[in-house]
């Protein structure tokens, strides 16, 4: 074996682990919204908020559900990341431990007590968006930022529906 | 809940305790402090396994053929130091901000067996291979039983970062559905009591 061949073969496995190791320090659980969470699975939880977890990638809101027959179910509701939430005006003390509150979101594929939630309404009927932009989450109008986005085609299009009018005319 | 009786092990127990500290939460909770930690984490790995490769390429006979393993030794010694309490140290603080879902990773407790096995192959080193270090030291290629142990070196510290690196996924955490296999290796029962 020559001095070059030994030196790619032992420099091989290095690169390779150190390429593992160093493709981006990513947290766990952080995913596009159809790797983890069902479209088809819409859920409402409502009861008191039990814990929060401020954490990268995704902050969780955990809520107590009661359910028809009385049981209790603790579901675990996906937020976006605290950043995203912080520069939405929403910080860790926003929703303290124990106030009630109203979750739309959509269940895990594993079918675990796990959701990914997308508006959280108070009962004040204050709403929050709690989710993130751009994951692939259905556009069911949670979003505020998506809402503009289709304000703003349903405008384009009444421009060029004068415009071609106008040409006609 | 079901009346059964549920018993913590005592690694889920001192994880919760930890868990429990306000510390532990600000930590992991914290949103540059945490990052850093991570990264520092990151870095050192490398500076550390990073000399080891040297040392251990050497001892293969495969690299710095011509200059003896104990001066090589002696110059990266330092650095290594280094990297070695700074990567722990920092390990240790990553664990502390996460307990208890480290506590029950697949991915971390086969790391820490990887890492027994790198620790006693150093050991067996120290206390068997390099006795008679004198006879070998300056050989462009030393015996075999020097080979082994760098080889073996070099391979269960790749896969210790590659373990390290996979405790990030989520896959096998236990508030997921999991075989009966991942459950038992990742102590799910006892996070999860019936």
Same mark, same amino acid.
């Given at each position: 074996?020559?001095?070059?061949?030994?030196?790619?073969?032992?420099?091989?496995?290095?690169?390779?682990? %150190?390429? =593992?190791? =160093?493709?981006?320090?990513?947290?766990?659980?952080?995913? %596009?919204?159809?790797?983890?969470?069902?479209?088809?699975?819409?859920?409402?939880?409502? $009861?008191?908020?039990?814990?929060?977890?401020?954490?990268?990638?995704?902050?969780?809101?955990?809520? &107590?559900?009661?359910?028809?027959?009385?049981?209790?179910?603790?579901?675990?509701?996906?937020?976006?990341?605290?950043?995203?939430? =912080?520069?939405? $005006?929403?910080?860790?003390?926003?929703?303290?431990?124990?106030?009630?509150?109203?979750?739309?979101?959509?269940?895990?594929?594993?079918?675990?007590?796990?959701?990914?939630?997308?508006?959280?309404?108070?009962?004040? $009927?204050?709403? =929050?968006?709690?989710?993130?932009? $751009?994951?692939?989450?259905?556009?069911?109008?949670?979003?505020?930022?998506?809402?503009?986005?289709?304000?703003?085609?349903?405008?384009?299009? &009444? %421009?060029? %529906?004068?415009?071609?009018?106008?040409?006609?005319? | 809940?079901?009346?059964?009786?549920?018993?913590?092990?005592?690694?889920?127990?001192?994880?919760?305790?930890?868990?429990?500290?306000?510390?532990?939460?600000?930590?992991?909770?914290?949103?540059?402090?945490?990052?850093?930690?991570?990264? @520092?984490?990151?870095?050192?790995?490398?500076?550390?396994?990073?000399?080891?490769?040297?040392?251990?390429?050497?001892?293969?006979? *495969?690299?710095?053929?011509? @200059?003896?393993?104990?001066?090589? @030794?002696?110059?990266?010694?330092?650095?290594?130091?280094?990297?070695?309490?700074?990567?722990?140290?920092?390990?240790?603080?990553?664990?502390?901000?996460?307990?208890?879902?480290?506590?029950?990773? #697949?991915?971390?407790?086969?790391?820490?067996?990887?890492?027994?096995?790198?620790? #006693?192959?150093?050991?067996?080193?120290?206390?068997? #291979?390099?006795?008679?270090?004198?006879?070998?030291?300056?050989?462009?290629?030393?015996?075999?039983? #020097?080979?082994?142990?760098?080889?073996?070196?070099?391979?269960?510290?790749?896969?210790?970062?590659?373990?390290?690196?996979?405790?990030?996924?989520?896959? *096998?955490?236990?508030?997921?559905?999991?075989?009966? *296999?991942?459950?038992?290796?990742?102590?799910?029962?006892?996070?999860?009591?019936?």
């Amino acid at each position: 074996m020559n001095v070059l061949q030994a030196r790619i073969q032992t420099t091989a496995p290095i690169a390779l682990a %150190a390429m =593992l190791a =160093l493709g981006g320090v990513q947290a766990s659980a952080h995913h %596009a919204f159809g790797a983890e969470f069902d479209p088809n699975r819409p859920i409402i939880v409502r $009861g008191p908020v039990v814990k929060i977890e401020w954490t990268n990638p995704h902050a969780w809101f955990h809520v &107590e559900h009661t359910n028809e027959d009385g049981s209790k179910t603790v579901w675990m509701m996906e937020a976006g990341t605290p950043n995203t939430l =912080l520069r939405r $005006g929403i910080h860790r003390n926003s929703v303290p431990i124990g106030t009630e509150v109203i979750i739309d979101g959509y269940q895990s594929k594993d079918l675990s007590n796990r959701a990914n939630g997308r508006q959280m309404t108070l009962v004040n $009927g204050e709403t =929050l968006f709690m989710g993130s932009s $751009g994951t692939g989450a259905p556009r069911d109008g949670a979003d505020p930022i998506e809402r503009a986005r289709s304000e703003d085609v349903e405008k384009l299009e &009444e %421009a060029k %529906a004068a415009d071609t009018a106008q040409d006609d005319g | 809940m079901s009346a059964s009786p549920y018993e913590p092990s005592p690694l889920h127990a001192f994880a919760e305790w930890l868990d429990g500290q306000a510390w532990s939460t600000a930590l992991h909770e914290s949103l540059w402090v945490y990052p850093l930690v991570e990264s @520092t984490h990151v870095l050192t790995v490398m500076l550390f396994v990073g000399m080891l490769a040297m040392v251990d390429l050497r001892m293969l006979g *495969f690299a710095f053929r011509q @200059t003896p393993v104990s001066e090589l @030794t002696s110059r990266l010694l330092p650095w290594s130091v280094a990297g070695f309490v700074i990567m722990v140290t920092t390990g240790l603080l990553l664990f502390y901000a996460i307990p208890v879902r480290t506590a029950h990773s #697949v991915w971390f407790r086969f790391k820490a067996m990887l890492l027994i096995a790198a620790a #006693v192959n150093a050991w067996w080193f120290h206390r068997r #291979v390099s006795r008679d270090r004198e006879r070998w030291d300056g050989q462009p290629q030393p015996p075999l039983g #020097v080979r082994i142990a760098a080889a073996l070196s070099m391979g269960l510290w790749a896969g210790v970062i590659v373990a390290g690196r996979m405790i990030a996924y989520n896959w *096998f955490d236990c508030e997921r559905p999991q075989s009966a *296999f991942v459950a038992w290796a990742a102590g799910c029962a006892a996070e999860l009591p019936p």
